[in-house]
């Protein structure tokens, strides 16, 4: 198949467009989404997505409750979020329409095409609209464009034999070839996941090709639009890159962590929303020696990964918050017995079921003290998509150096986002070192590295290095059963002061922006975009604001309180009712505030901005 010619409209070049695809669960907007997210990316465009889809499985169709969305920013410079509103909404129905326009997605004067064929008496009701909005004059505010999207998709179909239900389903495609050419975007990369997609059922592989191309050749023929636009490739670091979300992104970093150690992967974990797909995609991965365990529950599947961490294995469990409840106990068990184990947690909104398929960064006080007694455990938090294959890399280098638990947080937003990725080159990942003890001669279970403060890793069966751990107290060095007061203040202090020392290789913090002056925003976690790209602004609008984006949650970096005294005003955006906040406030006495968010949603930009100029004006 080839791509119609360009040459019969003008193209107007444009820095950067964000896209929003809206419809019903069942329209295959997240689908649409991905393929347009996969051409802006080998188009050379850097990039950021938000998947925004429902829990239910199925919600009611034309519902307000069944919309979902994707939305892409994609520019010839560097992309920090999604982007606060779209350029350009697609509604493929009255129910997206609304959403979207009440919600505010789409810019004044923003490009707005609907399939007017679907806004029927019936969808206008399910859509609480009273009368038809494409009539009414209450979109005048917008670029209207009316395209008859399922009658140019059946009339693409018109041989094909499917049925109408069938025919119907291909019009996510015909509104992906319209955007393909409106943004001057390669269609073949779709082309051939089609042919990959469908190569089991001919009829359906033909039809979607046929009603992309339909699509394109509508946009460049029709009277509707009398401009193409290009986004140019941005300029960036010479490297290979691909397209990756977080949990692949996290699924990929593991792969790399355990080929440097020279361990095999374990992975237990239960399916949850939003990580599941990081089992999904380890399950694939078998040639590297990874297990997946798909237990039947979440105290399972971390009882397992803990057990394979007895065994010798690189062992990880993977789950969100709900889950990581379930597991409290377990892992105060690793942290008891001090064996390394991952615990990666993809937040989600809460508590209990809460928004399965929303962001939150609810669970950093869940990490730091969801455990009984004093059980302390490494954090580290992931920043974006991309950051999620460093990140997940150090955490488990830690686990294995510490001899200890260590708990990745992720969360929706960045799990399922996507970016470019640079593919690192293996020569220049850290190497891991692990070494199992093997020589029996004056072996103690409690023995410890005096610098790390970890004891030495046995694989069970080890002849003459036979010895026992559990969860009740051991007494120091020998590992025995140990009641005695003292002990067990030794052991307490002793495990603390191990997950502190790791401290010492907390590479001195980075703060973007002004190195001091009137405000410094601290974030963790997913709001690094949204912070990154207010700040930018911030500062080239003339104004003292710094930004430091913490990766190491626990322990904290050496010299933070030291950055935190450079600043009149420390303001720290969370997506939770203030957690880190909290940790700041008691740890450094600063008096921190904290920009607070709890709708299942990033923060826009603007939103920050907003908050920081209001503080700045106080100042003054």
């Not at 917008?142 to 389903?169: E, H, M, N």
């Not at 089992?279 to 078998?286: E, N, V, Y």
């Not at 450079?566 to 203030?578: D, H, M, Y």
């Amino acid at each position: 198949m080839e791509t119609a010619s360009k040459a019969a409209k003008p193209i107007e070049t444009r820095d950067g467009v964000v896209v929003r695809f809206a419809g019903d669960s069942g329209d295959g907007m997240q689908l649409v989404g991905t393929q347009f997210t996969i051409e802006s990316a080998l188009a050379g465009n850097d990039l950021g997505t938000l998947p925004d889809f429902p829990a239910e499985i199925r919600a009611p169709a034309g519902s307000l409750a069944g919309v979902s969305g994707f939305q892409l920013n994609f520019s010839s410079s560097e992309v920090f979020t999604p982007g606060d509103s779209c350029d350009v909404l697609v509604a493929m129905n009255p129910a997206a329409l609304r959403v979207n326009i009440d919600e505010g997605s789409l810019k004044p004067g923003g490009m707005l095409i609907v399939d007017q064929e679907t806004f029927t008496d019936q969808n206008l009701r399910k859509a609480e609209y009273q009368v038809n909005p494409l009539t009414d004059g209450s979109l005048d505010g917008f670029q209207l464009f009316a395209v008859d999207i399922s009658k140019l998709t059946s009339a693409a179909l018109i041989d094909s034999g499917l049925s109408k239900k069938q025919v119907l389903r291909c019009k996510n495609f015909l509104s992906l070839g319209l955007m393909s050419w409106l943004f001057q975007r390669p269609i073949e990369p779709t082309v051939r996941w089609i042919e990959q997609k469908f190569k089991k059922a001919p009829e359906l592989l033909d039809a979607n090709k046929r009603v992309l191309q339909a699509g394109y050749n509508f946009g460049e023929t029709t009277e509707l639009f009398h401009t193409a636009y290009e986004v140019r490739p941005a300029k960036i670091a010479a490297g290979r890159y691909r397209n990756v979300t977080g949990n692949a992104a996290t699924a990929l970093g593991l792969i790399a962590a355990t080929k440097r150690a020279g361990l095999p992967l374990f992975l237990g974990s239960y399916p949850i929303t939003p990580a599941s797909d990081i089992l999904h995609d380890l399950s694939l991965l078998k040639q590297f020696g990874v297990k997946t365990f798909q237990a039947e529950d979440e105290i399972a599947a971390v009882g397992a990964a803990l057990g394979a961490a007895f065994g010798g294995a690189l062992a990880v469990t993977s789950t969100s918050g709900p889950g990581v409840c379930l597991k409290s106990e377990t892992i105060g068990l690793a942290v008891a017995v001090e064996l390394p184990l991952l615990i990666a947690d993809i937040q989600r909104g809460g508590p209990s079921t809460g928004l399965p398929t929303k962001t939150e960064q609810a669970d950093l006080m869940l990490a730091m003290y969801g455990r009984h007694g004093e059980c302390p455990l490494p954090i580290l938090a992931c920043a974006t998509p991309a950051d999620c294959f460093d990140t997940v890399f150090e955490a488990v280098r830690i686990a294995l150096h510490y001899m200890t638990p260590v708990i990745l947080l992720s969360d929706g937003y960045i799990a399922n986002g996507a970016e470019p990725w640079l593919v690192p080159r293996e020569a220049d990942l850290p190497e891991i070192k692990v070494e199992f003890r093997t020589d029996p001669e004056g072996y103690q279970p409690y023995e410890r590295d005096p610098e790390t403060l970890a004891r030495r890793w046995v694989i069970p069966g080890t002849p003459g290095l036979e010895h026992r751990i559990g969860g009740i107290e051991r007494e120091d060095v020998t590992g025995n059963v140990c009641y005695h007061p003292m002990n067990h203040e030794h052991m307490v202090r002793t495990r603390d002061r191990k997950i502190a020392g790791i401290a010492r290789e907390i590479p001195s913090s980075v703060v973007d922006g002004a190195s001091q002056g009137d405000v410094l925003l601290v974030g963790w976690g997913s709001t690094f975009g949204a912070i990154s790209a207010a700040v930018k602004e911030l500062v080239e609008a003339g104004h003292s604001v710094g930004h430091l984006h913490l990766r190491y949650l626990n322990p904290l970096p050496s010299d933070l309180g030291d950055v935190l005294k450079r600043f009149r005003r420390v303001i720290v955006p969370e997506i939770n009712l203030g957690q880190l906040v909290r940790l700041l406030r008691a740890e450094y006495l600063v008096d921190a505030s904290g920009l607070n968010k709890v709708q299942g949603r990033p923060f826009k930009v603007s939103e920050i901005i907003a908050s920081v100029k209001k503080v700045l004006e106080e100042l003054t």
